[in-house]
Each structure stands twice: as structure tokens, then as C-alpha cells.
């Protein structure tokens, strides 16, 4: 009877040693990275797997490093693309056929960004981004600004207004108008001064209070400064960059304070509208009756329509490429 108690014990001892084996975390990692070995093993052993590793070298378009440019000042940088091989095999493997159409994408990352650059204005977005822009400056022209943004909201387009800060405080009904249509807000200083004339205290006056009054009507800090006339210097650029902002100039002139015939301004920005292109204009009556051939002249071209944060960010524009698993 004692006997067979001992054997019954030890029975009982190897069946718990064998579930402590079994359940412990460290051999079912050990475990599971076995089996993802041996799976990779498999992968890289079937003859489709060679196949997408071998082509994806030819889709590989390297990320671009943000950078100081000798014309164009700060220019920021743009992801790369490579082959997902893995999730492109997983699409895959049920056809086991090569199909280009399932290749899965993934953007990789510069090593510079634009942050990493020491203060300097932007003009432009990446050349090789195919997304445009307008900076809309606004310190007047209340009269048309109605007009342009109907046909913004025609068209499912948002885009950047530079507010001056006075005339936020004076028309906070049109500001906060400006945000529930979904545009983004920029700072144009407070009393559309000659910023390169400016003392530090000067300079620091005009962007802080200009944010206050942002702040205060519709709870918005804006992260991009436009400086009137596009009068700027060193000490303001560093300045703007200390309260967090960038110095936004343009790289495509609408010109249309002079009020220039509206088909004539549209062919004057269409003939020299480029990837990453910044365009300048204002809430002016030409540019009101030129904006809906704007939109449709720019999109014919290729080009895409956003925001200065879209046109500046790093995130590529993925037209035909597909980049998830779906």
C-alpha cells in the first residue's frame, strides 16, 4: 500500500514538473522562437519568397534627409518606400504566384528632419512630394473670404490661413469660421509691422500676441509663422523658431494685391506651380473669382491640395502604392 502511494506521488510529481515545463513563459518563448524560425526557414526556401525579395530591390525608393538648400533654405525631408516581404508573401502564398498589384508597402524614415535643421525659413515642401499649398494671409478682405471658402468646401479642400492678430481680435466671428471649416491657422504677426525692422522685444511682442488672441478665440496654437510682406530676417526667424514656430515665405506668387485679371493670375500660378510648391495669395476679388480654376488647373497637373503641415510633413504621397494588408 505504501508502495503504491510512492508510485502515485511520483506520478503525480512528473505530471506537475511536466505542466511547470510546459507553462513556463520562458520555454514557450523559447518554443515560439523556434517556430518562427523554422517558418522563416520555409519562407526562404519557396521559390515566390526568392521571387518578392529578389523584385523588391527594384520598388526600393530611398527616404530623403531634410536639409539647408543654398536657394531654397530649410527643405524638409520625404519617407522612403520599400516591399513589405513578408506581408507581401502573406498576400501571396494562397495564389502562390507573384502578383504586383498585392505587394504591400511600407514607408521608411530620413535620419535628418526638419526639426533637426538650425533655424531657417521654408519656402517649399520636398521636391519630389506632389503636394501644393496655399498661404492665405488674412488682415483684411473680410468681403471675400465667404466666397473662397464655398468653394474650398466644393471641393473637400483645407489650407492654411496666416492671421494677423489684430484682425482676429476685430472679426472673431470669421476666425473661428476659418477652424470649424477645418482649415489650419498660422500666425501673421499682430499689427502687420516690417518684422526686419524690429527690435527682439519687438519681434516677440507680435508672435506672442498674436497667439494669445489665436488662443483666445479659437483655441488654436499655431505652429507656422508667415511674416508680413514676407519681411524677415535672421533674428526673427530664430525668434518665431524659440516659440516653437517655423518661418513660412512661398515659392508661387499669386501677386494679387496688385488685382490682376484673374485669367491671367491663374496661368501665371499654373505655369510655375511644382511639387512641394507654397502659393501666396490673399482674400482678394480675383482671387475669390480665380480659385475654383486654381483648384481644377493644379489638380490636372497631378498635384495634390493640403495644408503647409501636409505639404511639409515627411508622410509620402501614396497614389497607386498600395501600403497596408487589405
Not at 496655399?134 to 471641393?155: D, S
Request: aromatic share 8%; hydrophobic share 35%.
Amino acid at each position: 500500500m505504501k508502495k503504491k502511494s510512492i508510485h502515485i506521488s511520483v506520478f503525480c510529481l512528473i505530471i506537475i514538473l511536466s505542466f511547470g515545463v510546459v507553462q513556463n513563459p520562458f520555454t514557450l518563448n523559447y518554443i515560439g522562437e523556434l517556430k518562427s524560425e523554422s517558418q522563416m526557414v520555409l519562407k526562404e526556401q519557396d521559390s515566390l519568397y526568392e521571387e518578392i525579395l529578389a523584385r523588391s530591390e527594384s520598388y526600393l525608393q530611398p527616404a530623403r534627409d531634410a536639409r539647408i538648400d543654398k536657394v531654397w533654405k530649410a527643405v524638409p525631408g520625404y519617407n522612403g518606400l520599400e516591399v513589405d516581404v513578408e506581408a507581401s508573401y502573406d498576400k501571396m502564398i494562397k495564389l502562390d504566384v507573384f502578383d504586383e498589384d498585392r505587394l504591400v508597402f511600407k514607408e521608411t524614415i530620413p535620419n535628418v528632419h526638419l526639426d533637426d535643421l538650425p533655424p531657417s525659413p521654408i519656402y517649399k515642401g520636398n521636391e519630389h512630394k506632389p503636394v501644393v499649398t496655399f498661404l492665405v494671409n488674412v488682415a483684411w478682405g473680410n468681403e471675400y473670404l465667404p466666397e473662397m471658402l464655398k468653394t474650398l468646401k466644393r471641393h473637400e479642400l483645407h489650407t492654411t490661413f496666416f492671421l494677423d492678430g489684430s484682425w482676429v481680435k476685430s472679426n472673431p466671428n470669421l476666425a473661428t469660421m476659418l477652424k470649424e471649416e477645418g482649415h489650419e491657422i498660422g500666425n501673421h504677426a499682430y499689427s502687420h509691422p516690417d518684422m526686419s525692422k524690429l527690435t527682439v522685444g519687438r519681434i516677440d511682442e507680435e508672435i506672442q500676441k498674436t497667439n494669445s488672441v489665436i488662443e483666445a478665440t479659437i483655441d488654436v496654437t499655431p505652429k507656422w509663422f508667415a511674416p508680413p510682406s514676407g519681411s524677415f530676417n535672421q533674428t526673427v526667424v530664430d525668434q518665431a523658431r524659440k516659440q516653437g514656430m517655423h518661418t513660412i515665405l512661398w515659392s508661387v506668387d499669386t501677386v494679387d494685391w496688385r488685382k490682376p485679371n484673374p485669367s491671367e493670375m491663374v496661368n501665371r500660378v499654373l505655369s510655375k506651380v511644382h511639387n512641394g510648391a507654397m502659393i501666396l495669395m490673399h482674400p482678394t476679388e480675383p482671387t475669390a473669382e480665380a480659385l475654383e480654376a486654381l483648384i481644377t488647373g493644379i489638380q490636372k497637373k497631378g498635384y495634390r491640395i493640403g495644408t503647409v503641415s501636409e505639404v511639409l510633413s515627411e508622410e509620402r504621397v501614396t497614389l497607386g502604392v498600395t501600403l497596408d494588408d487589405k
